[in-house]
């Protein structure tokens, strides 16, 4: 039948229909696709310039796995020098495989990787923290904690190995709940930060880019499956009770009706963005390159945040 053949070859063997635009594809195409729509991201975007170093957030995980593979097309090209950093958070029976896998992603490619836990650097784990908390019905969220020092390492390693971009994974899901979640809690000033390229006035936060910003979560995995990579497909056990997880089921259930609906999230927002951004980001500069009093990191208040949350948390350990 000529309506199940792929679009582009012909072939007879199609791994995926694309609802959003009528495409039906071969393993082959399909990858090549994916590949090719990433790269045309990164040139149109202009989120790498020949002689990058580029870090990449590697988790292990399908998202992070897939974007060091597509990178490494411009490293074997010669154009963006690249390396891997994946934080053990301390979260049991969830971390482990993943640090495992991007150990062996980053050997077979020849990609110099850094591992750092938070034990070591901050002496808690997630789990530690959660278990401590257990009792308390107003406790922060573990993504909470969780995020604000990942945030720290990610940018202290960049730093470290003077990276000039650091790359994370985000897919079309994420980006289409972030700018979600952040409306609904009326979260503008966070809203407008959210984009391909992220870049601080302070220059001791490196540019963040997020390549894989216009590919759909499920692609990312039908990349990895049909390419053959191994990765991790578990989820985190605290990413259940998320606000982000509400969002993405509401998000996935509209898409089935309608294929289109994250893209036009991502693309309304892109178009409204420049407004938001001159009515709200000139609001909110505090003190925008200040320097923490106790660790000496970039913050806007005297003390940064992962400090204010070390002292509490330290305090809760204790007890
Ligand atoms: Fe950390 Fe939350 Fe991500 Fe789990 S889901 S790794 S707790 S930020
Ligand atoms: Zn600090």
Same mark, same amino acid.
């Given at each position: 039948?000529?309506?199940?053949?792929?679009?582009?070859?012909?072939?007879?063997?199609?791994?995926?229909?694309?609802?959003?635009?009528?495409?039906?594809?071969?393993?082959?195409?399909?990858?090549?696709?994916?590949?090719?729509?990433?790269?045309?991201?990164?040139?149109?975007?202009?989120?790498?310039?020949?002689?990058?170093?580029?870090?990449?957030?590697?988790?292990?995980?399908?998202?992070?796995?897939?974007?060091?593979?597509?990178?490494?097309?411009?490293?074997?090209?010669?154009?963006?020098?690249?390396?891997?950093?994946?934080?053990?958070?301390?979260?049991?029976?969830?971390?482990?495989?993943?640090?495992?896998?991007?150990?062996?992603?980053?050997? @077979?490619?020849?990609? /110099? &990787?850094?591992? *750092?836990?938070?034990?070591?650097?901050? +002496? #808690?784990?997630?789990? !530690?923290?959660?278990?401590?908390?257990?009792?308390?019905?107003?406790?922060?969220?573990?993504?909470?904690?969780?995020?604000?020092?990942?945030?720290?390492?990610?940018?202290?390693?960049?730093?470290?190995?003077?990276?000039?971009?650091?790359?994370?994974?985000?897919?079309?899901?994420?980006?289409?709940?972030?700018?979600?979640?952040?409306?609904?809690?009326?979260?503008?000033?966070?809203?407008?930060?959210?984009?391909?390229?992220?870049?601080?006035?302070?220059?001791?936060?490196?540019?963040?880019?997020?390549?894989?910003?216009?590919?759909?979560?499920?692609?990312?995995?039908?990349?990895?499956?049909?390419?053959?990579?191994?990765?991790?497909?578990?989820?985190?056990?605290?990413?259940?009770?998320?606000?982000?997880?509400?969002?993405?089921?509401?998000?996935? @259930?509209?898409?089935? /009706? &309608?294929?289109? *609906?994250?893209?036009?999230?991502?693309? +309304? #927002?892109?178009?409204? !963005?420049?407004?938001?951004?001159?009515?709200?980001?000139?609001?909110?500069?505090?003190?925008?390159?200040?320097?923490?009093?106790?660790?000496?990191?970039?913050?806007?208040?005297?003390?940064?945040?992962?400090?204010?949350?070390?002292?509490?948390?330290?305090?809760?350990?204790?007890?």
């Amino acid at each position: 039948m000529t309506n199940k053949v792929c679009t582009q070859c012909g072939y007879e063997h199609v791994v995926i229909h694309r609802k959003y635009n009528g495409q039906r594809l071969c393993s082959k195409c399909f990858k090549k696709s994916i590949e090719t729509k990433v790269l045309k991201t990164i040139k149109k975007q202009k989120l790498v310039t020949k002689g990058d170093k580029v870090l990449v957030g590697l988790s292990g995980g399908k998202d992070s796995v897939a974007l060091l593979k597509i990178l490494n097309i411009l490293k074997e090209k010669g154009i963006i020098e690249l390396e891997a950093v994946t934080i053990d958070e301390g979260i049991s029976g969830y971390r482990e495989e993943g640090i495992r896998i991007a150990k062996e992603t980053t050997k @077979e490619l020849n990609v /110099k &990787h850094h591992i *750092i836990t938070f034990e070591d650097k901050y +002496g #808690f784990t997630i789990d !530690k923290i959660m278990k401590a908390e257990e009792d308390n019905p107003n406790h922060q969220h573990a993504c909470t904690y969780c995020g604000v020092f990942r945030r720290q390492v990610f940018n202290q390693v960049a730093r470290e190995i003077n990276a000039t971009k650091l790359a994370t994974g985000h897919n079309l899901d994420d980006e289409s709940q972030s700018i979600m979640m952040n409306y609904l809690e009326g979260n503008i000033n966070n809203m407008v930060r959210i984009g391909y390229k992220t870049s601080s006035s302070d220059k001791r936060f490196t540019p963040k880019i997020k390549p894989l910003r216009e590919i759909p979560e499920k692609e990312i995995g039908l990349y990895v499956l049909e390419s053959g990579f191994e990765v991790h497909f578990d989820g985190c056990p605290y990413a259940h009770e998320s606000f982000r997880m509400e969002i993405g089921d509401f998000i996935r @259930e509209t898409t089935l /009706k &309608h294929p289109t *609906i994250m893209y036009s999230i991502l693309n +309304g #927002f892109e178009k409204i !963005k420049p407004s938001l951004k001159k009515d709200y980001i000139s609001q909110q500069i505090g003190k925008p390159n200040g320097t923490c009093e106790i660790c000496g990191e970039p913050a806007s208040q005297n003390i940064c945040k992962s400090c204010k949350f070390l002292k509490d948390i330290k305090s809760k350990l204790k007890n």
